[in-house]
C-alpha cells in the first residue's frame, strides 16, 4: 500500500507484479500508514482532514474513521 500526503487515495499494489490493484479514496491526503500486527487492518493518517481512516486490508475498503484530537 502506497500514499501520499498530496492525493487523496492509497493505493494497493501488487508486490511480484507491480500492477495496480486497488485505488481507494481516503481523504484530502494521506500521510503515514501503520499495519495491525496480525495484518487485518491498517491505520493511515489523513492529516488535511483530521482523522486516522481504518482500512480492512482483506476487502481493501475503509471500514472506519477516528477524529484526530
Known sequence: MIASLGGPEVV???VASHKVVKRLKVGSGAAG??????????FVA???DNYVAVIDL???EVVG?????
Open 12 to 14: 494497493f499494489v501488487d
Open 33 to 42: 500508514i501503520v499495519m495491525q500486527p496480525d495484518g487485518a487492518r491498517a
Open 46 to 48: 489523513c492529516s488535511p
Open 58 to 60: 482483506k476487502t481493501m
Open 65 to 69: 474513521r477516528s477524529m484526530l484530537v
